[in-house]
């Protein structure tokens, strides 16, 4: 075996005259450093990717809740206005009430009253029966929690002078907020 000279035991073992010990960087030292930095550059590379996974993640996922949104902002529209708009003369009192149940407040106030004074005293007096059906609707603009929907409908009224009925076809705009999972239509504005 080869001996070591004292240079490198005073290395090794430290300065046995001044108490401090030598520091021999080697190939070993080097070998830590880089280790330490590909830990480094390996940890943010994994957060930056945990991060751009997040937002696309969210940005799908706020996607497909807008589409959603969209989907069934149609289809409550399109059914609430079709009730709305389709009564029977002999239960007309009843039926249009049951309508307002899928109003925003404000609005549901007002069609109540126009209800009281005005629709169900015409159809009982001319004995009207309408049947309001929609035949098209589309997304004007949506979010999670509003929309504006652009329906086309069709309505087919018979009274006592008319009893073969008449066909009238109209669009209206109907605004929607989202309260509790539910749309309630908060405007229609006939176009």
Do not use: C
């Not at 069934?72 to 307002?100: C, G, H, I, N």
């Not at 929907?149 to 009925?165: D, R």
């Amino acid at each position: 075996m080869i001996e070591s000279g004292p240079e490198e035991k005073n290395a090794r073992a430290g300065n046995e005259k001044t108490g401090e010990v030598v520091s021999n960087p080697g190939p070993r030292a080097g070998m830590k450093l880089r280790n330490k930095i590909l830990i480094g550059v390996t940890a943010v590379v994994v957060v930056a990717a945990a991060v751009v996974a997040g937002i696309g993640g969210y940005r799908y996922w706020d996607y497909r809740q807008s589409e959603q949104s969209r989907t069934d902002a149609v289809a409550a529209a399109s059914r609430t206005v079709s009730a709305m708009f389709s009564y029977e003369f002999q239960t007309v009192d009843k039926e249009l009430p049951k309508a307002a149940d899928n109003l925003a407040p404000e609005f549901k106030a007002d069609y109540l009253e126009l209800i009281d004074k005005a629709i169900v005293p015409g159809a009982k007096e001319k004995e009207l029966t309408v049947k309001a059906s929609t035949q098209a609707g589309g997304v004007v603009s949506a979010d999670r929690a509003h929309a504006v929907v652009l329906l086309f409908l069709n309505q087919v009224t018979t009274s006592k002078e008319s009893p073969q009925g008449t066909t009238t076809g109209s669009r209206v705009r109907v605004a929607l907020d989202k309260s509790d999972e539910q749309w309630l239509v908060a405007s229609v504005t006939p176009i």
